[in-house]
């Protein structure tokens, strides 16, 4: 049972993409609401896509750069705390989080896709 969870972990770490059409498919079978079980998909995948493109940076380069993805997410999250304060002149904790959580949703699919393409431009070229 372990080793099968592994294996799924991996899958999803691999293809982080899985993840985002797996959850979807189950919470809406669960839910029977499109636009709630898309949020709970982008929620479950944004993890798996931070990861992903870590993993895809360090094949990529070499070197691993998990520190600098941590302290990006958190000036990030610092920045979109003080900007939703400065607009709302109010904070609630879960409204910036959501928010948070959903920029990195776009930010990490579109550099995951960015540095899959990068990769395969890169070992096809290498490979001439």
Do not use: C, Q
């Not at 705390?81 to 607009?87: A, T, V």
């Not at 776009?106 to 001439?128: A, D, K, P, Q």
């Amino acid at each position: 049972m372990n080793e099968l969870f592994a294996h799924l972990i991996a899958a999803f770490v691999t293809l982080p993409l899985l993840s985002f059409f797996v959850v979807y498919f189950f919470s809406r079978k669960l839910l029977k609401r499109k636009r709630k079980s898309f949020y709970v998909a982008v929620n479950v995948s944004t993890l798996f896509f931070i990861i992903a493109v870590h993993f895809l940076i360090t094949v990529l380069s070499g070197k691993s750069y998990l520190w600098h993805i941590v302290f990006f997410l958190l000036i990030m999250h610092m920045l979109i705390s003080i900007g939703y304060w400065r607009k709302k002149e109010d904070f609630h904790f879960s409204a910036v989080f959501r928010l948070f959580w959903r920029a990195n949703f776009l930010l990490f699919s579109s550099l995951y896709f960015s540095l899959l393409v990068y990769g395969m431009i890169v070992r096809v070229s290498s490979n001439l």
